[in-house]
């Protein structure tokens, strides 16, 4: 076991490990060469423009202030400057809500911390327990409940912090969900005239031999919803039509490139080949090759575009119902509407820009038997995914390269090469699974049907949590594979499991700090350093960019990436709240990167991150119901530990607690979740009430006419953008951000960007 | 262990106790004397008159028409005659559907017993395992699966019954719920307009400084619903009230009763004496008493309705709004009202004789630290009833009563009653405690807060199964009580509980055979000869009736009695579920059981069961969800057993079932359950859209002003009986029944009492 000492090292190494990513994002951050990918958040929004395009030449790429790298740690204070209504106008809801996660984290942990270390750390201390006993130990130990010996009083100290901090982590997750409710409420409630408020999607609309998808939907809700019933936009299968614009898009670049070429060098005309990859061939003039192939590409989508409009096979079962009124809408959400519950189901709209094509005509059966399959499947994948990787290990040895590529052999042999080979082969495919996996479980989401980007990212974000529990936490605790602990449990009493664990929870405090430290420490200070994306900019702008619309893409500012960050951050509270009475000494760990983690993402997500969609901070009952496992999985690991330790008195006092947390769950649940999932209809009637007072001639049918159109029918154009430049000619609020960003990175601002 | 015939001994002795009690019943029932007793539902239907007031002496007490008690089975075809259709409109749908439940016993095992027998009798006869083991077996066991070899490969047929019966019983079971949620919708559809179509019950409206709850509510749903809202009506704190007119009408009674006795007797005046019970005090007219009490406390109780209508606080925070549209009721009670979700909560109003008034009141918070309170209290109650029982016991004993009871020391100390103190004393205190357990668990519905007498019983019906499961069922599987057995799971691991239970299952077959026999077959005789009301009517009839009012209600038809029926047909799906593939033998036992139940339950609810309320057969979801309950525990007892039996390789293809099945009830879930919750906005439209078409001009205020009333606000008169009448004046095509009962015992009808 580490000692003090040892961790002061692992500490010191992280630290400046951490800093030297810290100074290197300093520095590189203020280069205006690197400005694209350290503040796309502000090019996106149109508030700044490219340094490159004006100054001296070497300015363009290198920061010749000196005066700026000595304040070089100034992005701290400014990522924390800009208060949060601004940086929901900036930024959204969701990211805004996202950065109370970490609030949230300092706000359990630190009072928690300080009680621990001026109630605990004494009582554990002065025993001599270990001293006393054989084993080794370290000093990390002799503040942990290890050192207090069996069948102690000293115990009911620990009993009443078990209760204090789960009161004080109740009450605070109580606030933090009230405090979201109200934000998500306002948001919506302050928000602009938005599609979605008016609209409701229809899915499983049932088949009927007379009339078309389009004619049934509006007899039925003229039928049903006769005095709030507006219009329709029925959803077409255009993943054939996406798939021709996509490749029409690609030819147009390369049309853009050789164009660009040919007027930087009129002397050639350049050509291309016509084989595979363009390596062979025969050599034709690439303009008129390309134009050729764009014209072909324009016919063949606008025939498919009438097909898909014209077949009545290429309509789905599913439609978008827009309403006169907000209430209407609402309504209609919220209701069941015919007899048959598995057709005509009925739900609030995503938000347009949220919506995920693909997924809107399953059918109800279907949709049960995929969600039974990836039940299943995501069961196999967390017990056993070490069996395919241990087979793929198995294989991937020297002998077996060697046998399946003779002519390898003699390069293989070399010395060098075969140590690299056998040392880092075996973990390469574990690697690469861990790096896929997030994808997977996307993969995952997306065959059981979820409609909206949202949905599938909240599902992967549960699945992976779920993943990290088992494999990473249980997995680390009690050494082995997943499906070794799930025989292992099988086969042992109920009351048997949590004293296996919690007897090992003790031993791997060392452990864990370690990994807060790399993982936490190092991988926040690895994030706002954004390398690969830094490297990948340089890269494509050196090789690939050809046009200024290449550039706009290669800049890559990437979303927040809810599905793996969360779980992420949600394993720290698993880890707090476990080590809170058993290792109090973990928790400054923890604290710290809450602090560092909040800094950054602040800093992050004011600059960088272009968040995909809004869903208005749907996400916080799938926080707040994670926490609350993590606080009840503690409590029985404590007991577990406890009851080895022969604190008979104590213990039975303990199953109290997780009966109250879960009461307290179902409670938060019954009190706060509906308003992450139906609009009261009282807000929807206050809105319209005032917006017929303020407008009354306003034209809804124009407003909602093309809302929700499947973005390939748009326009010809890059359908991002279109559904982007839509956007922001329907929220003018949202883009006047108080903030008015520099225009060219030298030149300082007052807040965000300051130097 | 019992052979083949002790069985037969016991089924022959049920089978007689049976008997006896179907000729008494079928001789008592013919006697013009009891006709109250067998016919209430007739006479509460005021289709049957006393057949004391008319004919000869004798026959006005005593059948003496010979030929009627050769045809004493004749009740039988008569019960099963009555077509459902008519059957709804005579005792309503949720009798109707309860008798589902029966049926649905036989379609399950009817063919699961004739497969059993003919697959896998056979295959477990032609071993001898038993024959060469030295322990004891009978002939039953040599039916069982007991008797094949461990490791045989014979246990892949139990594998593929075992698969077989899972689908058969799905496959009904599906069935079942969709011909079920069918008549219940239709029955909504083809009923008359009834206030609970329009009315929507409001909970938890806040408390407002400056408006009243009635004028708050008004303006509320005004502003929120105004296409829509009509009328509400506000609910009072009436519990003195009630208190008061039931005080009354006792004395009422009893002024009946002396005027009555003066009338028979004009020379005397009777008096009774004011003191304790009448046995004390002076002596005064009768008559003139009781006229000065009740005039006494008429004007009590017109003091406190005035009072009770005019101090705001007596009005409670609830109210019941009544909307123009079914349409607007349907959306109203599925929607959410506000961002507050735990206030002005909307739901259904339930039918007015449904509603049970004393928790109208009880706020959010109050109603989740209730529902956590007697989710604790039930789980001692559960694992914990046999502690205060076991200390009763150890008091009760003779030495116990002669201490606290001195002087009784020399009767009980004579040989005959002290035996009978010593054998009797002891489980008189566990029988006392199982007669109360269902008003236990029902006052603790009670306090759950639920608002309908339907829910009510649902809740108990759920607790009242669970607790079987636990004491009865696995109980006496493992032998011991549920502390024990809880104690004793605990400590064993997950895999070790089911083979723990399997392995004893095969042993028990007998004991639930006998089980069975007493419990189901004596049971089912004894409910159709009504011994308890029958006594009960006539000792009343003898010493208490004083009018022909208290004649009425010393009928006592009772009802269903669904929060003690229900679980108890449960415990019987349970047992044959686990038999089936174990021990088939047992299945014909169920069979006769759910046959012989049919015909009597048929019987008794044509013609003696009196429903209080009609929830259209809300409990169908509860139903299914415990026999799909009762198959997940067979797959995993029988995965237990065969684990055990070493058939390693058919036991994990087992798993796959507990799987399927659970995904299988998630299905129906969400396909059928919706039916039985809300009401579809489309058939509410369509009602609506053809009420409007046929009666333009009806005056929906008039019909819903009062729908919703107190019953003590009616009038003075019998709350129920008031209840009553205004039903039938709302509904006078549900009294329309086809059927026409002989007006007097002795001559013969078409059906339903023929002789």
Redesign the interface.
């Known amino acids: 076991m580490a000692s003090l000492g040892d961790i002061g090292l692992a500490a010191a190494i992280n630290i400046l490990t951490a800093f030297a990513f810290l100074i290197a994002f300093a520095v590189l951050r203020i280069q205006p060469i690197n400005d694209r990918v350290y503040f796309p958040k502000w090019y996106l929004k149109g508030l700044r423009s490219s340094p490159l395009q004006g100054g001296a030449f070497v300015s363009k790429f290198v920061n010749l202030d000196f005066r700026s790298y000595i304040r070089f740690l100034n992005w701290m204070p400014a990522a924390l400057q800009m208060p949060e209504p601004e940086l929901i106008d900036h930024a959204g809801l969701d990211s805004a809500v996202y950065l109370r996660i970490y609030l949230l984290g300092l706000k359990i942990f630190v009072p928690i911390s300080l009680l621990a270390f001026s109630v605990m750390v004494p009582v554990n201390w002065t025993n001599n327990t270990l001293e006393r006993s054989n084993v080794e130990y370290s000093n990390i130990d002799k503040l942990s409940i290890s050192n207090i010996p069996t069948g102690s009083n000293r115990f009911w100290t620990h009993l009443a912090m078990a209760y204090l901090f789960t009161f004080w982590t109740c009450y605070i997750l109580k606030r933090e969900y009230q405090i979201v409710a109200t934000m998500r ?1 306002s948001f919506l409630a302050s928000e602009r005239r938005r599609p979605d408020q008016f609209t409701v999607l229809v899915r499983n609309v049932p088949p009927d031999p007379d009339e078309s998808v389009s004619e049934l939907v509006e007899h039925f809700f003229l ?3 006769p ?1 709030h019933y507006l219009t329709h936009q029925v959803v077409y299968d255009a993943k054939k039509l996406s798939s021709l614009v996509a490749k029409k898009k690609k030819k147009q670049n390369w049309l853009d490139y050789y164009e660009l070429k040919h007027s930087r060098n009129q002397s050639i005309r350049p050509t291309k080949k016509t084989g595979f990859l363009g390596l062979c061939g025969s050599s034709v003039d690439a303009i008129d090759f390309y134009t050729a192939e764009i014209e072909k590409l324009s016919e063949e989508i606008e025939l498919e575009r009438d097909k898909v409009k014209k077949n009545p096979k290429s309509i789905m079962p599913a439609a978008f119902v827009s309403f006169r009124t907000r ?1 209407g809408a ?2 209609c959400a ?6 048959n ?2 057709i ?1 189901l009925t739900e609030g709209a995503p938000e347009p820009r949220d919506v995920y094509w693909d997924n809107m005509a399953i059918p ?2 279907s949709l ?1 038997i995929r ?2 399959i990836i ?2 499947a995501f069961f196999f994948l967390t017990f056993f995914f070490m069996i395919p990787i241990a087979f793929v290990q198995s294989l991937a040895n020297i002998e077996g390269i060697e046998k399946a590529a003779p002519f390898l052999k003699s390069f293989i042999e070399i010395k060098f090469i075969k140590s690299f080979i056998q040392g880092f082969l075996p973990g390469i495919a574990l690697k690469i699974f861990l790096i896929f996996l997030p994808t997977i479980l996307m993969i995952m989401s997306k065959f059981e049907g979820f409609i909206s980007l949202s949905g599938l990212e909240r599902r992967s974000a549960t699945r992976y949590y779920i993943f990290q529990f088992i494999n990473v936490f249980l997995g680390s605790i009690i050494t082995g594979t997943a499906f070794q602990q799930l025989d292992k ?8 499991i949590p004293k296996t664990i919690g007897v090992s929870i003790p031993m791997k405090a060392t452990f864990f700090i370690t990994y807060i430290m790399v993982d936490g420490w190092a991988g926040c200070a690895g994030e706002i350093l954004r390398l690969k994306p830094l490297i990948f900019y340089h890269l494509k702008n050196f090789f690939l960019v050809k046009t200024e619309k290449d550039r706009e893409e290669a800049m890559d500012p990437g979303t927040i990436g809810f599905n793996t960050g969360e779980p992420q951050i949600q394993l720290y509270f698993l880890l707090g709240l476990v080590y809170a009475v058993i290792t109090p000494f973990l928790l400054p760990y923890i604290i710290v990167f809450f602090g560092l983690a909040y800094v950054v993402y602040r800093h992050q997500i004011i600059n960088v991150y272009n968040q995909e969609y809004e869903s208005a901070a749907a996400f916080w009952p799938d926080i707040h119901g994670r926490i609350i496992f993590a606080l009840v999985i503690s409590q029985l690991l404590l007991m577990g530990l406890l009851s080895t330790k022969e604190a008979a008195n104590s213990t039975p006092l303990l199953i109290i607690l997780p ?1 109250l947390t879960i ?1 307290f769950h ?2 938060c649940k ?6 992450f999932v ?6 929807a ?1 206050m809105k319209d009430t005032l917006e017929r007072a303020r407008e009354p001639q306003l034209n809804y049918k124009e407003f909602l006419q093309n809302a929700y159109i499947h973005p390939v029918f748009k326009s010809d154009e890059d359908s991002d953008s279109d559904v982007m430049s839509q956007e922001f000619e329907d929220e003018p609020m949202l883009v006047q951000t108080k903030r008015q960003s520099r225009k060219n990175t030298p030149l300082p601002s007052k807040h965000s960007s300051s130097l």
Do not use: D
């Open positions: 409420l039928v049903n919803h005095e209430w609402a309504v919220q209701t069941q509407q015919t007899r519950p598995t005509w109800y059966v049960s969600r039974l039940g299943v449990f099988i086969h042992q009493s109920a009351n048997e009966v009461w179902l409670f019954g009190r706060y979740e509906p308003a139906q609009h009261p209809l009282q807000e009637m």
